[in-house]
């Protein structure tokens, strides 16, 4: 046999054991890090995709929380992981897309390579259960009676909770105030305690809350069948259907078939039942955008966040 020359035999042997061998990923530990601290939707969701991952693959998925700069410091070191799939970092629209226009994070939107995008939740107007506000009507009118006096709460500036903000301010003709907050916690007592006015969230929260808050409004396409007497924005007169995006992001120097690798890894989670379930039961939406859809999946959401920008004074 001359050198450097493979029999056919041996060669179609290779050929038919090839898909077996990309079949074996994930051969190890995964660390998954979340920009965010625990108990919040990112957090939570990584722990159900942790619990399946562990039944699936026999293998851990260690999550990682490293909050920081509203998630920009976790995205800020994300290209500086080993780009051989088994380090992923959580990654959130329209978080990636405006914090980079503002200019305080060490990151730019084009260094963040996302790998799959698994759900979104959708944006909520929630006051406390004893709050005088009993529909979204009532709420608007005392906004417009008093502007720049009322306050919504929301997590982190140039986040989902924030661009709704300036939603609200935009579709309703009002002026309120948004005031961020680090973690869902702080942001649970304040709206409570009726600190705030009210805040835009997300149906999790909502759905955590009911007892103790009101949700008005909700940005779906349909009512949520856990809460059938809250309207959407679009039975409201608003083009208005979204939320927080969440994904997972490789470094911008992993190969191709290694994002297809993770892209397909986490696409199996997504469609396990246990996770369908309970994303249905905690108000998450799916979503099912792999890694080569992904820019053009972001471009879309893209132009809708560059008009919040501009409220925001991001660009001119």
Not at 70 to 80: I, K, Q, T, V
């Amino acid at each position: 046999m001359k050198a450097g020359v493979i029999p056919f035999a041996v060669a179609a042997v290779l050929s038919l054991l090839a898909p077996f061998t990309q079949a074996a990923y994930p051969e190890k530990n995964i660390q998954y890090i979340i920009p965010f601290v625990a108990g919040g939707e990112s957090d939570i969701m990584a722990r159900w995709q942790q619990s399946v991952f562990r039944k699936k693959y026999k293998s851990e998925l260690i999550v990682v929380n490293r909050p920081g700069a509203g998630g920009g410091l976790a995205w800020s070191l994300l290209n500086g992981l080993s780009a051989d799939g088994y380090s992923i970092v959580g990654c959130n629209l329209p978080h990636i897309v405006l914090q980079p226009l503002e200019g305080q994070v060490q990151y730019k939107t084009e260094d963040i390579t996302p790998a799959y995008w698994f759900h979104y939740t959708a944006d909520a107007l929630i006051v406390a259960a004893d709050s005088p506000y009993k529909t979204f009507g009532d709420l608007v009118k005392a906004v417009k009676a008093a502007p720049g006096k009322m306050t919504f709460a929301g997590s982190a500036t140039f986040s989902a909770n924030h661009v709704a903000h300036e939603k609200f301010n935009l579709y309703t003709d009002t002026k309120s105030t948004y005031v961020p907050f680090k973690g869902t916690g702080e942001m649970i007592q304040s709206i409570i305690g009726k600190h705030v006015t009210g805040a835009m969230s997300y149906v999790p929260l909502a759905m955590q809350q009911k007892s103790r808050m009101r949700m008005l409004a909700v940005a779906l396409d349909k009512r949520h069948p856990a809460f059938p007497d809250v309207p959407t924005f679009k039975e409201l007169g608003f083009k208005w259907v979204d939320g927080a995006y969440r994904g997972v992001a490789v470094p911008k120097s992993t190969p191709r078939d290694i994002q297809k690798r993770v892209s397909d890894m986490m696409a199996e989670l997504n469609k396990d039942p246990d996770i369908l379930k309970l994303m249905a039961d905690g108000g998450f939406e799916v979503v099912d955008v792999p890694f080569d859809k992904s820019a053009a999946f972001m471009a879309e959401r893209s132009k809708d966040y560059m008009e919040a920008a501009k409220r925001m004074g991001l660009v001119k």
